[in-house]
C-alpha cells in the first residue's frame, strides 16, 4: 500500500522536466534496412500529379468516393503501389487516399523497405497505417519505435533482438525446424534481404537471401502436425534419424579405411547472437507513434537513469514517450544525479 501511495504522489512533469531526464539518441547505429534504400530525392515521395488526368478507371470511377477510398485501403502495398501507376488519376486516388498520405509523411523509408524485401503482399495499407496510431511494443507493452516487416508488427529493440519470433529463418532451416513440406513454405510470408552491413556489431549479408517468417511457420508446422507436442516429435525423430545415418556412415568409413571427410548435419539451432545477429535486422524499419487526436509525432527517448543498467525495468536499451516515462518514473522512482531512488 506504501508504493501505492507514492504512485499517486508522483508529480506530472513538464516537458522541460522530461527533457532533463532523458535524451534522444544513442551513439551508436543499429544497421537497419532503412539505411540500405537508395535515396530518393523528396519531391517524387507523395506529390500528388500537377497535371489533370486524361484518362479514367472506368467501372471504377461509378464509385462514390468513399466507397473507392475504402476498397483502396484494403488493398495490399504491392497491389496498391502498382495500381498508382496504372494512370494519373490512379495516381490521384492513391496520393489523396488519407491512409497513404498518412504513411507517406511519417514512415516513407518504411514503405520503401517494404517494397524494397519484397513483403508488400502481406501488409495492407490500412493496417500498416494502424500501426502509426499503435505506439506499444506487441510483445511486452513498452514503446515500440521500430517495425517488424515481415508481418508489420510494432516491436522494441529488446523484444526485436531477443525473441525468436523475430529472427527471420532461411525456408530450408524453417523446414527442418518445424517439419514442414515444400508446399508449407509457399505460405509463408517471406522477404528477400537487401544486401549490406547489419546490426549494431556490423554484421554483413552478404546474400540477397530469402527468408521466411518464424512465427507463421511455426504455426503452419503446428497446423500439420496437429500440436506443437506432435510437431516437435515429429523434427525430433527426423534430426535423430538424419544423425544416426551420418554416425553410420563415419563407421564405416574408417572400417572402410577411406580418408573422405563426411560433413557433420548442421544443428537445428545454430548460436543467435541476438542483437549481433545481422538477420534480425534485415526486416526492421524505425517508425514514429503519430496520435490519432492530435496528429503529435513521437519518436521516443531514453531515460538517464538506465544509462549503466542491462537489465528491466531499467534496461539503457528501453525506450519511452512522455506518458510511459512517467509509469517508468512510478515503478523505479525518481531520478536524482543519474540514478533512480525509490524514495
Known amino acids: 500500500m506504501e508504493s501505492m501511495g507514492r504512485a499517486k ?51 471504377l470511377d461509378a464509385l462514390p468516393l468513399e466507397l473507392l477510398q475504402e476498397i483502396l485501403c484494403q488493398l495490399d502495398l504491392r497491389t496498391l503501389t502498382d495500381f498508382r501507376y496504372v494512370n494519373r488519376r490512379a495516381t490521384e486516388l492513391v496520393d489523396y487516399l488519407p491512409q497513404h498520405r498518412a504513411i507517406t509523411t511519417h514512415a516513407r523509408n518504411t514503405l520503401r523497405a517494404i517494397l524494397g524485401i519484397g513483403t508488400g503482399r502481406w501488409i495492407t495499407c490500412k493496417s500498416l497505417c494502424q500501426k502509426l496510431h499503435t505506439p506499444r511494443c506487441e510483445r511486452c507493452g513498452d514503446f515500440g519505435s521500430y517495425l517488424y516487416l515481415l508481418t508489420c508488427k510494432r516491436v522494441c529493440f529488446l523484444c526485436m533482438s531477443q525473441d525468436q519470433l523475430f529472427l527471420p529463418l532461411s525456408p530450408n532451416r524453417a523446414r527442418r525446424k518445424f517439419g514442414l513440406e515444400y508446399g508449407d513454405l509457399k505460405t509463408l510470408p517471406r522477404m528477400r534481404a537487401i544486401r549490406g552491413i547489419y546490426s549494431p556489431n556490423s554484421k554483413r549479408v552478404a546474400t540477397r537471401c530469402i527468408l521466411v517468417d518464424h512465427e507463421s511457420a511455426l504455426r503452419a508446422g503446428v497446423a500439420r502436425h496437429g500440436s506443437l507436442t506432435a510437431m516437435n516429435e515429429y523434427v525430433a525423430g527426423k534430426e535423430a534419424q538424419k544423425l544416426h545415418a551420418y554416425n553410420a556412415t563415419v563407421v564405416a568409413a574408417q572400417q572402410s579405411g577411406s580418408c573422405k571427410r563426411r560433413r557433420r548435419p548442421a544443428v537445428l539451432d545454430p548460436f543467435d547472437g541476438h542483437s549481433g545477429n545481422p538477420f534480425r535486422f534485415v526486416a526492421i524499419s524505425r517508425v514514429p507513434s503519430v496520435s490519432r487526436a492530435s496528429g503529435k509525432v513521437e519518436w521516443g527517448f531514453y531515460c538517464v537513469g538506465c544509462r549503466k543498467s542491462k537489465c528491466r525495468p531499467q534496461h539503457w536499451r528501453r525506450k519511452f514517450t512522455a506518458v510511459s516515462f512517467h509509469e517508468h518514473l512510478k515503478q523505479c522512482g525518481n531520478i536524482r544525479r543519474g540514478q533512480h531512488h525509490l524514495d
Not at 512533469?13 to 551508436?28: A, C, G
Not at 519531391?43 to 488526368?53: D, F, G
Open 9 to 59: 504522489e508522483q508529480p506530472i512533469l513538464s516537458p522541460d522536466d522530461i527533457e532533463n531526464l532523458t535524451y534522444p539518441n544513442l551513439n551508436l547505429n543499429d544497421h537497419i534496412v532503412d539505411e540500405k534504400l537508395p535515396v530518393v530525392a523528396p519531391c517524387s515521395a507523395n506529390t500528388p500529379a500537377s497535371t489533370l488526368p486524361t484518362a479514367n478507371l472506368g467501372a
